[in-house]
C-alpha cells in the first residue's frame, strides 16, 4: 500500500503540494486551528487495579512521560501531538519511529515526514513499513516500531488524501489569491487625470513634474480629503473610478 505524496495538477493549472496549499489562507487556519488544539489536550497514563476497582495514574511508567511530558529528547509531548495532527489532517498520516528500552517499553517517538514513510505488505498479509533513510534507499520497519496517525480514512489503514481530492478548490484558492496580489501590484491606474485643453502649448517636463507634486500635496491623504481644487491655466479634471463590479473576486 503506497499513497504517492507530491505535487497534484488542478483544473485552474496551479500545482498543489503541501507547502503551496497552506498559503492558502483557509486551508492554513483549519490545520493550525486542529494541530493547536489537539497539542493543548493533556494525555494521562493510567493504571487498572488487579481487582479492576480502581484506576490510578501511573507516573512511574516510562510511557507517562512519553505520552504527557517530551516525545523526546527535542520534542515536547504537546508539540509531538500538533506535528502530527497537522501531517494527519493535511496529507493524510502522520508517522513516528518508536525506540523501546531492553524490556520493550517504547521510550521516545521521533516524528518522521510522510513523503518518506510507505506502507507495505507481505506474502502473509502483514503490514510492515519502509522508511526512506536517503535518496533511493528504504529501510524496512516492523508495525510495532511506528506510530501510525490515521486521518480521515475509507480503508482504515491510511488516511485519505486531502490534497489530491481537494485539488481543485485549493488550486482555485491559490488562482484567487495571486490574481488579486498582482491585481494590486501591477495596476497603474492614474486615478486622476488633468487635461489641458485643445490647443493649449505642451507643459515641459518641470512644469508637469511641479503640476503633479502640487496636486499631491494639496489633496493626498485622509487630512486633506474634500481640499477644494483650485484649477488654472484651463485645465480640466477627469477622475477614472474602477469598475467595482468587475473587481469583484466571487468563487463559489
Not at 16 to 39: C, R, S
Not at 137 to 158: D, M, N, Q
Not at 212 to 221: D, I, R
Not at 234 to 241: A, M, N, T
Request: charged share 20%.
Amino acid at each position: 500500500i503506497t499513497k504517492a505524496l507530491g505535487s497534484y495538477s488542478s483544473y485552474t493549472g496551479k500545482a498543489v503540494t503541501a507547502d503551496a496549499a497552506l498559503e492558502v489562507a483557509a486551508v492554513y487556519a483549519i490545520v493550525k486551528i486542529l494541530a493547536e488544539d489537539m497539542g493543548t489536550l493533556p494525555c494521562f497514563l493510567y493504571r487498572r487495579s488487579p481487582d479492576r476497582t480502581r484506576v490510578t495514574l501511573a507516573y512511574e511508567d516510562p510511557r507517562f512521560q512519553l505520552l504527557h511530558d517530551l516525545a523526546n529528547p527535542y520534542t515536547s509531548a504537546g508539540e509531538f501531538v500538533e506535528a502530527l495532527t497537522a501531517n494527519a489532517a493535511l496529507m493524510g498520516d502522520g508517522y513516528a519511529l518508536i525506540e523501546r528500552n531492553a524490556q520493550g517499553t517504547p521510550i521516545w517517538m521521533y516524528q518522521l515526514q510522510p513523503d518518506i514513510v510507505r506502507m507495505r505488505q507481505n506474502d502473509q498479509r502483514q503490514m510492515y513499513y519502509e522508511v526512506q533513510e536517503k535518496p533511493g534507499v528504504w529501510v524496512p520497519y516492523a508495525s510495532e516500531r511506528i506510530f501510525h496517525l490515521k486521518g480521515f480514512s475509507f480503508t482504515g489503514t491510511t488516511g485519505d488524501q486531502l490534497l489530491q481530492r481537494a485539488r481543485h478548490v485549493i488550486g482555485l484558492g491559490m488562482a484567487v489569491q495571486e490574481y488579486a496580489g498582482r491585481f494590486f501590484s501591477q495596476d497603474s491606474s492614474a486615478g486622476i487625470i488633468l487635461k489641458s485643453p485643445m490647443g493649449a502649448p505642451a507643459l515641459g517636463p518641470d512644469a508637469v513634474t511641479n503640476l503633479k507634486k502640487g496636486w499631491k500635496e494639496w489633496h493626498q491623504g485622509v487630512a486633506k480629503s474634500h481640499e477644494p481644487a483650485v484649477i488654472q491655466q484651463g485645465l480640466e479634471v477627469q477622475r477614472i473610478d474602477p469598475d467595482l463590479e468587475k473587481l469583484q473576486i466571487v468563487s463559489i
